[in-house]
């Protein structure tokens, strides 16, 4: 069973020299889709912390009627088959979509590989951000009020902070789910070199006819995921000697 | 008068009916005692603004905090409480130094460190600063609490059962140096805490809260003496009687003020409060013989007799008051009414000595 999990991993550094690999990276093509990916990664993720951080902690805290409902719809693009996230999209903001009439509307632009990003990754987020602030003990919260911290101060200076591992966790999650979008992405975004063919379209898109050059990006994906994963188990790791958890203070 | 806090509250906590009227006298601690549940920390909440009433007023040093009629509610951060967490609620993401400059954005980021350090020299825990909370123990952790809660220079210390979280042995030491600091700092204070002994030890004044109303207030010893209710009787246990201690051929003794003398097998030396539960007490008419291997034997006069149950509470002046249960035939065979010059005996080991 372990074999058969790492084996492709193996195949694909296998399949490429050092040096193949090293000049398929510098292939035009090839460095587009990888900045092209860094940064709409980048602004989705900017999109998605600052939007889903404060969201997050309204769900975590507040009680109001239809809450887990909301939470549920929240976490919906978690399960959702992406070309269904995709069609979705398409039929909400696409170029012929519901709220085109009142000018929202994005197609095949780099903004819509955003929009698309952002939709299936945030619930990543938002999830072990809720998890996080609802750990964060209301006293704390409470001490910090009594010795002058306004709300928003005492949010800054003692909830972020004490939720802090569980935000990065969320974060890294997030990242590693916007890296690897394919569905979304290709449904509403389409894959054009430059403007919305990201890493993983590139792939699709050069296994064909330049074998090589998937190998490459691929590889790249492997070494940013594990990095990803390994400093998602570092946080862990931290949280759970330092004891930095919140609720065990 | 003038810096006193002056409370009163009236709203609905779930199934709880808060009202609650009270005032603080500058450097006076009064002790909210009363079983969980009864609203004592509510108090302290609204004091601080962390809760909200229906109908109520807070001043407290010449400062409107609360009036619902006139409109005022001022944020939790504009009123100046030094609050002590029931569990302390250390900031775990910040060492013992960074907890008690918390309060310090006025202070210059470069003074910081040392006012702090000034403050947790005052407990004894300058060593300990750059210490995360987690890795304190108990008695530790209570005062970077106390420290962080005075950084703020208060203007009214809540403490919400600052003792219950440390263990027998640190709790003795704790209570004193409280009552040092209580006396130094010399503003109101309102303590919350579900053990008669403890709002004995540390209030002047103890206030008994049950079902969110302050069933009788007044001085521990007047409180077990002449409970107004059968509840503050059972609740108030223990008679605390006052002295001073020293030690005596394995034995402590207790030079009581006012006079009178008793033994305890508890260790203790200086200033104590020797603790006797009123069932321990036995009455005997006066001038009897001593008799048997009861050690302390108090002259005392009945002040007040009172029925609790099946029981009768008979509240003593020894001269301090004092309070012995006895059935309702012991009080007809020694004929036990207001006035009557009796022995109260009581039992060495049945003796708890506290330090005050």
């Known amino acids: 069973m372990l074999f058969f999990l790492v084996l492709p991993i193996i195949a694909i550094f296998v399949g490429t020299s050092p040096r193949e690999l ?35 902690y309204f769900l975590a805290t507040r009680r109001f009627r239809g809450r887990s409902a909301v939470i549920t719809l929240v976490e919906l693009p978690l399960v959702l088959p992406p070309a269904v996230a995709g069609i979705g999209l398409l039929a909400a903001i696409g170029p012929s979509g519901i709220l085109a009439p009142i000018g929202v509307s994005f197609s095949l632009s780099t903004a819509a590989v955003v929009v698309a990003l952002t939709y299936v990754a945030s619930p990543f987020y938002v999830r072990q951000a809720m998890a996080s602030f609802g750990a964060v003990d209301r006293t704390v919260v409470d001490a910090a009020r009594t010795l002058g911290a306004s709300e928003a101060e005492a949010f800054v200076r003692v909830v972020i902070p004490t939720a802090m591992p569980g935000l990065v966790a969320g974060t890294a999650l997030a990242l590693g789910r916007a890296l690897g979008e394919f569905g979304a992405t290709i449904m509403f975004a389409g ?44 946080v862990r790791g931290a949280e759970a000697v330092g004891g930095v958890g919140g609720a065990r203070v | 008068m003038s810096a006193e806090l002056a409370f009163e509250a009236r709203t609905t906590l779930g199934a709880l009916q808060l009202e609650v009227a009270l005032q603080v006298a500058p450097g006076e601690c009064v002790a909210l005692a009363g079983p969980s549940g009864a609203g004592k920390s509510s108090i302290l909440r609204i004091v601080a603004g962390l809760l909200h009433p229906r109908e109520g007023r807070v001043r407290c040093a010449q400062e409107t ?49 040392e006012r702090a350090l000034e403050l947790l020299e005052r407990f004894g825990m300058a060593a300990l600063c750059d210490a995360r909370p987690q890795t304190l123990s108990g008695g530790e952790r209570q005062r970077v609490a106390l420290a962080r809660a005075l950084a703020r220079t208060p203007r009214v210390l809540l403490l919400d059962e600052p003792l219950s979280a440390l263990d027998a042995r640190t709790r003795a030491a704790a209570s004193r140096e409280l009552q040092a600091i209580l006396a130094e700092v010399g503003v109101p204070a309102l303590l919350v805490t579900h053990d008669f002994v403890e709002a004995a030890a540390l209030g002047h004044r103890v206030g008994v809260i049950d079902g969110g109303r302050v069933v009788q207030e007044g001085t521990a010893a007047e409180l077990a003496a002449a409970p107004a209710t ?117 039992k060495a080991t049945a003796t708890r000595i506290t330090p005050r």
């Open chain 1, 22 to 56: 090293i000049a398929s990276l510098g292939e035009p093509v090839v460095r587009e889709a990888l900045w092209l990916s860094a940064k709409t990664t980048m602004m989705a993720l900017a999109l998605i912390l600052a939007a889903g951080t404060p969201a997050a």
């Open chain 1, 191 to 234: 894959s054009f070199v430059g403007v919305t063919q990201t890493v993983p379209l590139a792939i699709y898109d050069r296994f064909s006819v330049q074998f090589p050059d998937a190998l490459a990006l691929s590889a790249v994906l492997v070494v940013v995921s594990a990095a990803i994963l390994l400093s998602v188990k570092f």
């Open chain 2, 65 to 113: 905090w609360l009036d619902t009629d006139g409109g005022v509610d001022l944020a939790p951060d504009r009123r100046r409480c030094g609050y002590v967490f029931q569990e302390y609620a250390l900031f775990a993401h910040l060492t013992a130094w960074q907890n008690v400059a918390f309060s310090m954005r006025q202070v210059p980021r470069r003074a910081r460190r």
């Open chain 2, 230 to 346: 059968a509840f503050v009787a059972d609740f108030t246990g223990a008679v605390v009687l006052t002295g001073a201690a020293w030690r005596d051929d394995g034995v402590t003794r207790v030079t009581l003020d006012g006079g009178g003398e008793l033994t305890s097998t508890d260790h203790a030396e200086g200033a104590v409060a020797a603790s006797i539960f009123p069932w321990e007490v036995t009455i005997e008419p006066a001038g009897e013989a001593a008799h048997g291997s009861t050690r302390n034997r108090l002259a005392a006069e009945v002040v007040s007799v009172t029925e609790i149950g099946g029981r009768v509470r008979v509240g003593l002046l020894t001269p301090q008051p004092l309070a012995a249960e006895v059935t309702r035939e012991s009080l007809a065979e020694l004929g036990l009414v207001p006035g009557r010059r009796v022995i109260a005996s009581f």
